[in-house]
């Protein structure tokens, strides 16, 4: 049922006429409370360049000037206004916020807009100005602001029956009007933002046992209802009206649109999910909808499609796309509407819709997140070589994660191949091949489980290429490939619980053991946190060397530890891909307090074994072969440095940093000079050469193996102040390693006194 007045001209004012009676006494000074099209500063929307939008905020308001997005600023989440002249920022530090279409916003101090009885509207153009309305005294709830001093609010009357207000603040005195044209009974009464000085309603109401849905549009200037119209839809959102148009959503993917001459009302069904409510705006006669949802897609691994906000003309059906996905729509000023999307061609972030000089729709991207809304391939987390015995799996990481990967993995020298479609998803028990941060990946174990070739697990070079398929259809498909050589039963570098990255052994001043995972973050270029740390146990204070080697007898990494006695411990690390177990210690001999320096975890021989390097209180280098045996892990001692590494305060065994034949040494003496000696592949080593000056600012310097996956070790270095950074290799011997990066590893923990 349609029920039309003849349409009011919007004027250029909202006179109260009706005055409140409080407690207090008669407010009865009229109020005059200009619409919000007359409102806003004429100040253009129009700006050279985009200007910053929140990576990951919601948008809230938006206006002429500028928009409102709830965002993390200072490790807080708040409501954050910016402008679109100079991209400056101002906080609103309220709670809840809600729009009107323009540059007034609306800020409350209850859990919701409607249970804020205080509401303060913040006019946010240029010089624009604050005005504070309480409804409390009135028994009024708030439904929608309407202008830079008025507010519709929902009042009960005396006989408890509801109404519809427009309440209006000028100086001290605040009035009261209501609007005219409601049915008696109407309840849950909510607005839509104003436009052309109209704002559409809508309300349930009680026809004997049973409820419908009304819409109403209203006249502020008349305070009057100038139409209704009785929908089909019940559970509906994001309603919004046009001088020719009324539309709305409702659960389930149904979209609403009703023609204001005729009232007649038309239904697209979109076909969502159950709860699910499509995103759609209204420009003139151009009805607008798209799937809302996170171009990141909402991680169950849904690959529905989205449909990309489209404009449709309701007077010829001509359909435009405007964005390739949208989160949010909110009205804009001048018949205009601001989208939270993306488009594959103009990038992520806030766009606004406006009608050309032809009458059709465009969008142009005015704030940008810098997030690519096409699917990019970020790189690969394979170590070199890859241990085809390791639970560590083959890692490849997405700029999102919503996308159906169809994998390749061949032999080289055989032509042997495997393949699988993995479906991605973050949600808890989802995808095995999902691994966090979009990286996916496969462990060899999956591989054997569904190829010969896994389970011949041939050593040598393996091509890999991939399609990923985004889930959501927004953008192409994508396509990569490469390689990686695979070895069996490696050593591996500086990993405890075999996943495929480094981890760090520290001791506490209290004599505690403690073990952190890490892993190598491409965007910061170092070294981060990848879980808490680890508490291995108490009562490691009575060794005064702890020394990583690498697995001893293949696999995860081992250690051994010396105590003040001279007695050398070997602990026997067995890692499961996600944790380390510890086994109870070996002994490996006494007498080994007559060195002075230990530095274990490079193959300096060549034979794929960690080895163990020394220096004796004489200045004499002696190197212990590994054997692969736990029970006896090292070879009988060899001499290859006759005398001057006395001279060292630190040596580290790095393995390859200089490119040469074999694992290397760095070495640090006195006045913090760091020298290296490139691995002849024999045991020995070439001639020193100096590599820089400085570091005796750290208190120990840890290999810790290929942590960013480049085939280059690196190291890891941590100060007497809580200090660490991260120091990448080049593979040059004449600077092995790139600049430092500060580390948050370690760092924000109790200070340690030993590192490995």
Do not use: C
Not at 2 to 22: H, K, M, P
Not at 106 to 120: E, N
């Amino acid at each position: 049922m349609y029920r039309s007045t003849t349409r009011r001209g919007v004027s250029a004012a909202i006179t109260t006429v009706l005055a409140a009676t409080l407690g207090a006494g008669v407010l009865s000074v009229p109020a005059t409370a200009a619409p919000l099209s007359a409102a806003v500063t004429a100040e253009t929307a129009t700006q050279a360049t985009p200007v910053a939008f929140p990576v990951h905020g919601h948008l809230a308001a938006t206006g002429q000037s500028g928009f409102l997005a709830y965002a993390l600023v200072d490790g807080a989440w708040t409501y954050q206004w910016t402008r679109y002249a100079d991209g400056s920022t101002t906080k609103l530090a309220y709670p809840v916020a809600d729009a009107t279409g323009t540059d007034v916003v609306m800020t409350g101090r209850g859990q919701s807009p409607a249970r804020s009885l205080k509401v303060t509207l913040h006019d946010m153009a240029a010089g624009g100005s604050t005005v504070s309305i309480d409804l409390g005294p009135l028994s009024g709830t708030y439904v929608k602001a309407v202008s830079a001093n008025s507010v519709l609010a929902q009042m009960k009357q005396a006989d408890g029956s509801p109404e519809l207000r427009l309440v209006t603040r000028t100086g001290d005195t605040l009035t009261q009007r209501t609007i005219e044209g409601l049915p008696a009974g109407i309840s849950s009464i909510v607005a839509s933002p104003a436009r052309d000085g109209e704002v559409l309603i809508s309300y349930f109401l009680k026809s004997g046992d049973t409820w419908r849905k009304e819409y109403a549009v209203v006249d502020l200037a008349a305070a009057k209802v100038v139409s209704t119209h009785v929908t089909k839809a019940y559970h509906t959102s994001g309603s919004m009206l046009s001088a020719t148009h009324l539309a709305w959503a409702e659960e389930g993917g149904k979209y609403y649109t009703v023609d204001r001459a005729t009232g007649v009302e038309s239904v697209t069904d979109f076909r969502l999910y159950e709860g699910e409510v499509m995103a759609v705006g209204l420009l003139g006669s151009w009805a607008m909808y798209g799937t809302p949802g996170r171009l990141e897609g909402n991680g169950t691994g849904d690959s529905r499609p989205v449909t990309p906000f489209t404009a449709k003309s309701r007077a010829t059906g001509e359909t435009i796309k405007l964005v390739d996905y949208v989160t949010s729509v909110q009205p804009g000023p001048d018949d205009t509407l601001y989208v939270r999307g993306g488009s594959v061609g103009q990038g992520d972030g806030l766009f606004r819709i406006s009608l050309g000089a032809d009458g059709k729709p465009t969008a142009r991207l005015v704030a940008v997140t810098g997030k690519p809304v096409e699917l990019r391939y970020l790189g690969s987390q394979i170590p070199k070589p890859f241990d085809v015995a390791s639970p560590a799996p083959l890692k490849w990481r997405l700029s999102r994660e919503n996308a159906d990967v169809d994998l390749r993995i061949t032999h080289r020298a055989t032509g042997k191949s495997f393949s699988k479609t993995l479906n991605l998803s973050s949600e808890s028990g989802g995808s095995p091949y999902y691994y966090g941060d979009n990286t996916f990946g496969i462990t060899w174990k999956a591989i054997a489980e569904g190829s010969q070739m896994g389970k011949d697990a041939a050593v040598g070079t393996y091509d890999w290429s991939f399609t990923a398929h985004p889930q959501n259809g927004v953008g192409p498909d994508l396509e990569a490939s490469g390689s990686f050589t695979a070895v069996k039963n490696a050593s591996a570098a500086h990993d405890l619980d075999w996943d495929g990255r480094p981890d760090l052994l520290a001791r506490d001043a209290q004599g505690v053991l403690w073990y952190t995972d890490s892993a190598y973050d491409p965007t910061k270029k170092t070294l981060v946190p990848k879980y808490s740390t680890n508490r291995i146990g108490e009562g490691w204070g009575i060794y005064d060397r702890i020394e990583t080697l690498g697995g001893v007898g293949g696999g995860t990494t081992d250690f051994v530890a010396r105590n003040k006695y001279g007695y050398l411990w070997l602990y026997d690390v067995t890692g499961t891909g996600y944790r380390a177990q510890f086994a109870d210690r070996k002994l490996i001999g006494g007498g080994w307090n007559t060195y002075t320096q230990l530095a274990g975890g490079s193959d300096l021989n060549g034979d794929g074994r960690p080895d163990l390097v020394a220096t004796d209180k004489a200045g004499a280098l002696w190197l212990y072969k590994g054997t692969g045996n736990v029970t006896a892990p090292f070879a009988k001692r060899q001499k290859i440095g006759n005398g001057g590494w006395g001279v060292y305060n630190q040596i580290t065994a790095t393995g390859n940093i200089g490119g040469a034949a074999a694992g290397d040494l760095i070495a640090r003496d006195k006045d913090g000079v760091l020298w290296l000696y490139l691995g002849k592949g024999d045991g020995t080593f070439a001639a020193r050469k100096q590599i820089g000056g400085g570091w005796n600012a750290y208190t120990d310097t840890v290999a810790i193996g290929d942590a960013d996956y480049d085939g280059r070790p690196d190291l890891f270095a941590y100060g007497p102040d809580k200090t660490a950074y991260f120091y990448a290799g080049t593979g040059d011997y004449r600077k092995p390693f790139a600049d430092r990066v500060s580390s948050p590893v370690l760092t924000g923990e109790p200070a340690y006194d030993h590192i490995s």
